[in-house]
């Protein structure tokens, strides 16, 4: 074949032809290179290059960097400059310089909200009906951010920005989160180039399960030495920004910046927890009074701003879970027992915003603040996942199971340490979304979306330490950035059409008066069967619960609020304006359809957790874990859930004191562990973190030698919250050498992601028989089998010992 011709074939894929066999014809290139100027010639010194189809575009002159921090589980009445008791140094220096939002509104839960301020979009045009752990099999609730819904960051990166995202990301669906899993819509399959934090929906702040970039790791130090997540946070955001700067000085950066305050659980430092001693003694009820007559102070509420009741849904035991019980009704360890719970969220909250000043300090000393556009917001309402009575274990709730004061007042001291996974109780998460209904989940109600938001940009907005009141939505961030840099959202992305965005820019707030007329017309709400939609002023609102199960939708009672005129939402005038509201139910019925919001779906959460999805690895029933691999999450791992099953490790003894961890999956909050201490071999079950410990230890020593080394859980039946009931078998090769009666959880050992782990223990100990990261030494494990086939254990520890003498 001639030299020619071969030219001819390798620039087909450039839309480039070349004719002849000695001269070269040029013709209009096609395709991703159909810009292209230069002249295209058999040799190179008789073409000319032309650099502008490969040539980085760069951001509009001027554009500002973008530094958006984004809170958990955080009401309108929560922080200072809100006139809430929690004091935020930063936020405060923030508000000062720039814009306070009172009628901000969210999706009412996490990962729905940060998905529309990640696409502009509706949460349920994104996928994100629910969290992602509660996805579902409809285009609503898939789970999955579709390419229709093409994100800020990758609009930014195409458009010269740096990119960054730390902190949490609960926008990846459950199955992908491993690693093998599918990357693409992990952080820099999203649009950003780089990210620092956790992929769930919470993690513990002393021992985060972390993720850098695409890859999970180890965090780089210890509590014992000085270690919280929400320090290293901010070293890292530091980091990035300084790094960047140094190759990259005139590129702007946009930086996404998740906390883990305020999600449960609630953990700081000791020092600023002892700073909040007694400040929450009056209790919830007093602090809803105290705090509205500050916020109307502040001028973020109007003057005739009314309290709503405390528990405004029906008194029946469908609601019960979000009940609030009357302060005047504890006793005095339970008052004692809320109110330290309350300190210790305030002094997470301040923590974090004190390492995020940090960064404010950074930009400002590195001349880089002036133009940077500081967001500060919250992604819902306070939070009522932690019961009636609170919690020093907040995966109980996932579970379905309840707290006890007694057991709870035990471990007061230790509030906010490690050995607690704290939640306050409803109570607060009312006060804390003070002073409207309800609070995060319920998105009928400002209690669940009305959330906290500043604005500060030194050079574009000239407005300092003023109050804005214009309604708006978590959609109307992403076309406000876009306005202010100047470039437009692509009707077509990458080949695929996109969904239009769903807000409005709110650009025009910069310099409009504090009470100006918004510009928003509509926004549809829909979160676990709750149901809500505000247009020009109203809001409709239909009473329903999540979690609960009840369904029948069509039964709801509808409630119609004048929000212009009755800002918190207490006066309900459906009977005065019934027309008002048969036209708001259309247009909700209109706009669910529109943004794909249906089915809903009310059902328990460990129904809804319990859905298996499907993967790219088929369901089995037996899984092979070897050592030397990171911690394999939860959502990938084998299901022992609700069901028999048993764990078979092949493992080669060297030493009389060997000793660690064989298997071990969770934590000291759910979890359980095989291993040995003290030449014996143990099984811990840890059932919510409840004490004792369900242990079983063999009743005969380990020597040198090669061993099947497991146990087997039968099932026998179910106990009053779901829990498996049943008899635990501990096995050394195929002898019984320990047994007695088990209780396992219902649902997820925990939302934070504490892997299976095979030779040591990741983060947190499941057992406090031993030490994390627990490493299991004097031995070698060939292979870890967990099982819940119906294989007898004695012919799968036989068929292992087999394996075992081939090594």
Same mark, same amino acid.
């Given at each position: ?62 554009? &500002? ?20 008791? #929690? ?52 285009? /609503? ?23 960054? =995202? ?9 199955? @992908? ?54 320090? @290293? ?15 990259? &000085? ?8 998740? +906390? ?12 600023? #927890? ?7 003694? @009056? ?15 502040? /001028? ?11 528990? +405004? ?14 302060? @005047? ?26 390492? !995020? ?17 500081? #967001? ?23 579970n379905g199971y309840p707290d006890d004061i007694a057991e709870n007042m035990k471990l007061i001291d230790k509030l906010g340490g490690p050995d607690t996974y704290e939640h306050f109780p409803t109570g607060w998460a009312a006060a804390f979304s ?52 100047? #470039? ?45 939609? =505000? ?52 247009? =909700? ?107 079983? !230890? ?59 782990? !095979? ?49």
């Amino acid at each position: 074949m001639k030299p020619a011709t071969l030219l001819s074939m390798a620039c087909i894929g450039l839309g480039v032809a070349i004719a002849g066999p000695a001269a070269a014809q040029q013709t209009q290139p096609v395709g991703p290179y159909k810009d292209f100027k230069g002249k295209i010639e058999l040799d190179v010194r008789d073409s000319v290059a032309d650099w502008g189809p490969f040539t980085p575009r760069k951001a509009p002159e001027g554009a &500002p960097n973008i530094l958006f921090v984004l809170y958990d589980d955080t009401g309108l009445a929560a922080w200072s400059p809100y006139g809430g008791r #929690i004091n935020m140094p930063t936020l405060d220096k923030l508000a000062a310089e720039g814009l306070t939002y009172t009628q901000w509104h969210t999706a009412a839960l996490c990962s729905p909200t940060r998905s529309t301020l990640l696409t502009g979009r509706n949460h349920t045009l994104n996928g994100m009906a629910a969290i992602t752990e509660g996805a579902n099999g409809f285009p /609503g609730a898939s789970g999955r951010i579709p390419p229709q819904a093409a994100t800020i960051a990758e609009i930014l990166k195409d458009n010269g920005y740096s990119t960054f =995202w730390l902190g949490k990301n609960h926008n990846v669906p459950e199955q @992908d989160v491993a690693s093998g899993g599918n990357r693409s819509t992990w952080p820099l399959g999203m649009g950003f180039d780089r990210f620092y934090g956790f992929i769930g929906g919470e993690t513990n702040q002393w021992y985060p399960d972390l993720v850098e970039d695409n890859r999970f790791i180890e965090p780089p130090s210890a509590p014992q030495d000085g270690y919280h997540f929400s320090k @290293d946070l901010a070293d890292q955001a530091i980091r990035m920004i300084r790094d960047q700067k140094a190759t990259n &000085p005139s590129k702007p950066w946009f930086m996404w910046y998740n +906390p883990g305050a305020n999600h449960a659980p609630h953990q700081a430092p000791q020092d600023f #927890i002892d700073k909040y001693k007694g400040k929450f003694d @009056d209790g919830y009820e007093a602090y809803r009074g105290w705090v509205l007559a500050r916020m109307i102070e502040r /001028g973020v509420l109007p003057k005739d701003t009314q309290l709503t009741p405390l528990n +405004p849904l029906p008194a029946d035991a469908a609601y019960a879970p979000d009940m609030v019980r009357p302060w @005047d009704s504890l006793s005095p360890d339970e008052k004692k027992l809320f109110s330290r719970l309350a300190e210790v969220y305030a002094a997470f909250s301040e923590y974090t915003d004190v390492q !995020i000043g940090r960064i404010i300090d950074y930009l400002e000393k590195s001349g880089q603040l002036e133009n940077t556009i500081v #967001i500060y917001a919250a992604d819902n309402g306070a939070s009522g996942e932690g019961s009636p009575n609170g919690s020093v274990n907040e995966n109980k709730f996932f579970n379905g199971y309840p707290d006890d004061i007694a057991e709870n007042m035990k471990l007061i001291d230790k509030l906010g340490g490690p050995d607690t996974y704290e939640h306050f109780p409803t109570g607060w998460a009312a006060a804390f979304s003070t002073p409207f209904q309800m609070f995060k989940r319920y998105s009928q109600y400002s209690g669940g979306t009305a959330d906290p938001l500043v604005i500060s940009w030194p050079k574009g907005i000239k407005a300092r330490g003023e109050i804005r009141n214009q309604y708006h939505h978590s959609v109307d961030i992403v076309p406000t950035l876009l306005d202010i840099i100047g #470039i437009e959202m692509p009707k077509v992305y990458r080949g695929v059409e996109q969904f239009p965005l769903s807000g409005v820019s709110m650009r025009y707030t910069f310099d409009a008066a504090p009470d100006a007329p918004t510009q928003k017309k509509r926004q549809f709400y829909a979160m676990l069967g709750t149901r809500g939609i =505000w247009e020009n002023g109203w809001l409709a609102s239909a009473v329903h619960a999540p979690f609960t199960g009840k369904g029948k939708f069509d039964q709801d009672r509808w409630q119609l609020y004048n929000v212009e005129a009755d800002r918190s939402e207490s006066k309900d005038l459906a009977d005065a304006h019934p027309e008002k509201l048969a036209a708001l139910i259309k247009a =909700w019925n209109e706009e669910a359809r529109t943004n794909l919001a249906l089915p809903l779906d009310d059902r328990t959460a460990p129904q809804m957790l319990g859905v298996e999805r499907p993967s790219a690895e088929p369901v089995r029933d037996r899984y092979i874990y070897y050592p030397g691999t990171a911690p394999v999450p939860e959502g990938v791992a084998v299901n022992v859930r609700n069901r028999s099953y048993k764990i078979l490790a092949n493992v080669e003894i060297d030493t009389p004191d060997a000793s660690g961890v064989i298997f071990a999956h969770g934590s000291r909050f759910g979890g359980h562990a095989l291993f040995i201490k003290d030449h014996k071999l143990y099984y811990v079950y840890n059932f919510l973190g409840i004490k004792p410990e369900q242990t079983f !230890i063999s009743n005969v020593d380990l020597k040198p030698g090669k061993y099947t080394l497991g146990m087997e859980f039968t099932r026998t039946g179910a106990g009053p919250h779901s829990e498996s009931l049943g008899t635990t078998k501990l096995y050394i090769n195929d002898k019984v050498v320990a047994e007695g009666p088990m209780r396992t959880q219902p649902a997820k050992f925990t939302l934070s992601g504490d892997g299976l782990c !095979i030779g040591y223990d990741s983060g947190d100990a499941v057992s406090q028989d031993y030490t994390s990261p627990g490493t299991f030494r004097g031995g070698t494990i060939q292979g870890v089998a967990v099982t819940v086939e119906k294989a007898a254990y004695t012919d799968l520890a036989q068929e292992a010992q087999r394996a075992l003498a081939r090594d």
